[in-house]
């Protein structure tokens, strides 16, 4: 319920996804019956396999996460959360406060044994393809094992739900060198390079190895990472106001931007966070997907098949492994 | 001598600006002068106003600044500075490495009363025109004092020489409220919240608030600036990457992406640094425009006119009495 456009996008995204997958699995929608059941009522959703469980209260994109969570025990990410936690859901997926969600994962779920701090992964495009960035905005203040940590969940996600063959895990620094960067950076660079083997570490990158696709994981701390994502996602909004300050100089451009319009859309599309739906909250004891607050039915839908393989491919049993394997 | 293109883009950038301007100002290069008169010899110089100082050695990008600056007395930075701090120059301009220039000019001209830390500003295109972002690499590790200078200076800067009345200034942060952030964000904010008077202070903004232009003034750490610098720089490539693929999915899109072309250079303009030149390093003692390692001849051009226009609206006095006048 705490999404820009919650019940409407969320159920319409449920209904295409479970359409789509012909009920491969269930669904679970938590939220305001009365509200959801209006929603509803707009789509034919006969024959699809899903469930309400009534939540009448919403934890908005204002609410101090922790504060919100132990007072509105009745809201739908605390009323969601409880039943991933007690085992009656595999997955739990929210468009709502990222900060609420993150902490609301913690809080309930706990974290993966040998995990320091719940990372949020960001998915960036990039010329080999999609790179992930960890942290990208639940940590602001890192120390080197958290960045550490990052890097070891970060792989194993880029290789099982990304499909990266030994994904290369880059520290996102100012400059290539050992010796550059901020205190963070330096120690964080010793740290890693202490811990071989557990990712393939390929050392220090820059900002624009990002979308060059130099590298499959960036490891920074959530101030760095948040910053550069929500910069990214403004990234299409530009493009459009250039275009459309190109279209109105004059009637041939107006024209080439009309014809072209159909192609830009497909060639910004590996900006489009909707395709690829929800990005992973990682190191919680258990699946949550987070979506943009203003998600599309189309997102929900992605987010809901990322849940499902998230849950497939183990990942939390790889990253728990992998934390408590030997050097 | 130090730029990727040297002394071919330093030569034929000079000839362009003082053709352009009519000899309004005197250039002096200063580098290995076999080399420049070679290059010299290239173009037609008769009659342009600018002499040449020989310095045989070169201070490259993978020197250590501070121990160059001392071990390379003779190097094209050490001399240029040297000429600029005595007084025979009014301003300093390199492509060269921009570590060395920043420390070569701190050691050398000094600070500006009231600086704790010179600062490079970096301009990004944006929808209400160009926007600063102070630090971009200068200092990677800040305190709230030393953000709360890159306002001030950045302000002034800002409403100078972009032009910019009552210049927005924003507290780079992952959110809006005084409450989010890591601790440098959350001290600065208190910091600069107990300074009003010395430039519009909008509050915290986000990344995706720079190319949108809802901030004149991106105050950050040196860090963040320098990795979100790189990150945009890179975006052209990108789009060229994307355009290059979707051109070759087949005829139509080919011939429509050919069409374009000439176009789509016009719309990416804003995002092309040669455009402004070079960036400023402000809170030293002089003026010191400091350049992209692969420098056209058409940045150092606009290079030569950013120098001037920063000696000739006396931005360093603007600082000094801002600095330093009481609350």
Request: aromatic content about 8%; overall charge neutral.
């Amino acid at each position: 319920m705490g999404g820009d456009f919650a019940p409407a996008s969320e159920v319409a995204g449920m209904i295409e996804c479970l359409r789509q997958c012909d009920n491969r699995f269930h669904v679970v929608l938590v939220g305001d019956e009365t509200k959801i059941n209006n929603e509803l009522s707009k789509h034919n959703a006969a024959g699809l396999d899903f469930s309400i469980v009534h939540a009448p209260d919403i934890i908005d994109m204002h609410d101090s996460p922790v504060i919100a969570i132990k007072t509105k025990p009745n809201s739908s990410l605390v009323k969601g959360m409880n039943i991933h936690k007690d085992g009656s859901a595999d997955a739990f997926v929210s468009a709502g406060n990222t900060g609420a969600v993150t902490a609301a994962s913690t809080l309930i779920l706990g974290r993966i044994p040998g995990v320091s701090r719940p990372t949020v992964a960001a998915i960036f495009p990039s010329e080999s393809g999609p790179t992930l960035i960890v942290d990208a905005g639940a940590v602001s203040d890192c120390r080197p094992q958290f960045l550490f940590e990052f890097g070891v969940m970060g792989s194993i996600y880029s290789e099982y739900m990304l499909k990266k063959n030994y994904p290369r895990v880059g520290l996102l620094n100012i400059g290539e060198e050992e010796s550059k960067g901020n205190e963070l950076a330096k120690e964080t660079f010793k740290y890693i390079s202490e811990r071989k083997g557990k990712f393939n570490f390929i050392g220090n990158i820059e900002g624009r190895d990002i979308l060059k696709g130099n590298v499959d994981v960036v490891v920074c701390d959530g101030f760095v990472g948040n910053v550069i994502l929500k910069f990214a996602e403004s990234i299409p909004g530009y493009l459009k106001y250039q275009f459309k300050k190109f279209a109105n100089t004059g009637i041939i451009p107006k024209l080439m931007i009309g014809l072209l319009r159909g192609s830009l859309k497909e060639i910004f599309r590996d900006m489009d966070y909707t395709e690829f739906g929800g990005i992973p909250l990682l190191g919680v004891n258990g699946v949550t997907i987070i979506g943009h607050g203003s998600s599309p039915p189309k997102a929900i839908r992605n987010m809901l098949f990322r849940a499902e393989e998230t849950v497939q491919f183990k990942i939390n049993q790889h990253i728990q492994e992998k934390l408590q394997e030997q050097q």
